[in-house]
């Protein structure tokens, strides 16, 4: 049972160290120097980079909550279902879509011209402070984003309420109390990684405008502290 489960904590662990250090190294050059400068090609390539990565783990928490629906609610079929092929291809399909959502909203952000003020207000190139900056109406890009962010945001997280739904459901029939407390104990740490990743993440995406400073706390949140709590919650699951 835990050989896919494994397998796609390795890719997630993946994501997570590339999504970190695309973000924290950069941070601290700037928090340490006075001289707070980013070249527009390096900002580019971390936006890029950081949206891939980003967008792979918000696919890869939903194919995991699938990966234990199938644990729990069958598990009896779960060898045949999660073969080590699937498990392959549901990886795969993480990180393709990881890419393919990443170029558009990296296509839609730095095609706008930025004609005014280079001054970014956050602590690193995101696509929501890169707009403000546009010398020019916004409004198409925000869209095309919006509507990436319901795809690679919304769409998983209704896939992992149902799979939780679904598991509670079957959780909540078992007689033995032991099997309660193990199935519980297999999701739990699971659901806490989702709700602080997708949490944030959807603050920040999916919310109509909010104040500067609350969209830096929300970035913080899935940018440095879910990547930091990543190991040492599924350590403590071990």
């Keep these: 049972f835990h050989s896919p489960m494994y397998f796609f904590l390795c890719n997630l662990s993946l994501a997570d160290l590339c999504f970190s250090t695309n973000i924290i190294p950069q941070a601290l050059v ?8 980013i070249p527009f090609t ?16 918000c696919a890869l928490l ?17 060898p045949s279902i999660m073969t080590w092929k699937v498990c392959v291809q549901l990886a795969a399909g993480s990180w393709i879509s990881g ?13 706008l011209p930025y004609r005014g003020s280079n001054s970014i207000a956050h602590f690193f190139c995101e696509a929501p402070a890169l707009l403000i900056l546009a010398s020019t109406d916004t409004r198409t890009s925000e869209m095309a984003i919006f509507l990436m962010g319901v795809m690679i945001l919304l769409i998983p997280v209704s896939l992992i309420l149902v ?8 959780v909540v029939k078992m007689k033995s109390a032991a099997g309660r407390l193990k199935a519980f104990s297999t999701c739990g740490s699971h659901l806490i990684v989702v709700i602080f990743f997708y ?16 969209e830096k706390l929300s970035s913080v949140f ?5 990547p930091m709590l990543n190991p040492i919650i ?3 699951r071990n």
């Design 30 to 37: 700037h928090l340490l120097s006075r001289k707070k400068i």
């Design 42 to 57: 390096r900002c580019a390539a971390q936006l890029l980079l950081f949206l891939i990565f980003g967008c792979t783990q």
């Design 62 to 78: 939903a194919v995991m909550s699938y990966d234990r629906y199938v644990s729990i609610c069958n598990p009896l079929h779960y």
């Design 99 to 111: 890419v393919l959502v990443s170029v558009v909203d990296t296509t839609f952000t730095l095609k």
């Design 163 to 170: 799979s939780y739904g679904c598991i509670i459901v079957t």
């Design 199 to 214: 949490g944030s993440a959807i603050i920040t995406y999916m919310t109509p405008k909010s104040s500067k400073e609350q």
């Design 222 to 226: 899935y940018a440095m502290v879910t």
């Design 234 to 236: 599924y350590s403590f």
